[in-house]
């Protein structure tokens, strides 16, 4: 049995991360500003990961096997995690992104979320008291209620009513994983001995077309498409003018099984499709435009 503290884990993937934890037998801890409560028989601990005095007196003795920060997206957020748990893990896992390989975020935000992973990255990685995992997870989708970001059912809602997506003349396509694949790749990435950055995503690439097409086919509605300029603010999410697509090669080199695309996207289009129908306005985009930031975490986990 492993000590594990999770930073965040109070949605999205970091609750199955939380819940893969204790299935596997492990002491976990959760540790939020109270944003949510853990299952029962995890423990909670509440503190603002900003506050180093208050996150070095909620954590108190308390030293961990393996701790997974969910939610690092500073430099400044890294290096106080540095100076915090040096002496009490000898593994940190952290969650990254596929956008710290954007060369050209879209707007100014997504260009701050970019480079403050980037520069996280190399501040945890630099001369650590122990070893880093930098986990660069691709596009995380889920169908029905976790799929909360609006993100699938931007496409889903769209086709559905027949209401043209907006896409780039020439995407490229990108990578996505399913947020249960990122929980249990966190966890394996939690109990084996490699450091460095490493990327998670399912096999098999897919641009906006594709994408369109494949919720088309699971709606029975034929997508209609228009057609916006290079850098529109108004594209749909996950339309890209620029590469944007990751090779898994090292983690399946390490040993992880990745599940393919094709397999869990029909089930996850329909299960959002369902949420749709039952609660229209729980996961509704907005009418114009899409939400701008394509990053695999930003949603918070």
């Not at 029905?144 to 769209?158: C, D, K, N, S, V």
């Not at 108004?234 to 890209?240: G, K, L």
Request: glycine share 12%; proline share 6%; with cysteine.
């Amino acid at each position: 049995m492993k000590k594990i503290l999770v930073i965040g884990g109070s949605r999205y993937f970091g609750k199955g991360l939380v819940a893969l934890e204790r299935e596997t037998g492990n002491e976990v801890t959760v540790l939020n500003r109270g944003s949510g409560i853990p299952p029962r028989g995890v423990a909670h601990l509440v503190a603002d990961r900003d506050d180093e005095a208050g996150l070095l007196a909620a954590l108190g003795e308390r030293s961990f096997d393996v701790v997974f920060d969910q939610v690092c997206y500073t430099p400044r957020q890294a290096r106080l995690a540095r100076r915090v748990f040096a002496g009490r893990t000898g593994r940190y896992v952290m969650t990254s992104t596929m956008e710290v390989y954007d060369p050209a975020p879209p707007t100014s935000e997504a260009l701050d979320y970019a480079e403050g992973k980037r520069q996280a990255e190399a501040v945890l990685g630099g001369e650590s008291a122990f070893g880093v995992v930098a986990v660069r997870t691709a596009h995380v989708l889920g169908g029905g209620r976790a799929e909360f970001t609006g993100r699938l059912a931007h496409y889903t809602e769209r086709i559905g009513a027949g209401t043209p997506v907006a896409v780039h003349e020439a995407p490229y396509p990108t990578s996505f994983i399913h947020h249960h694949e990122i929980a249990r790749f966190l966890h394996w990435a939690g109990e084996q001995e490699f450091t460095g950055p490493v990327n998670a995503a399912s096999h098999g690439e897919l641009d906006v077309l594709g994408l369109g097409a494949a919720v088309g086919e699971r709606l029975g509605r034929a997508p209609l498409y228009r057609t916006v300029g290079p850098g529109a603010d108004d594209a749909s999410p996950f339309s890209f003018d620029r590469a944007y697509a990751m090779d898994n090669g090292r983690a399946t080199a390490l040993g992880f099984g990745f599940g393919r695309l094709t397999d869990w996207l029909p089930e996850a289009i329909g299960e959002t499709a369902a949420v749709l129908r039952a609660d229209p306005a729980r996961h509704r985009p907005p009418l114009t435009g899409a939400p701008r930031h394509q990053g695999g975490d930003r949603a918070r986990h």
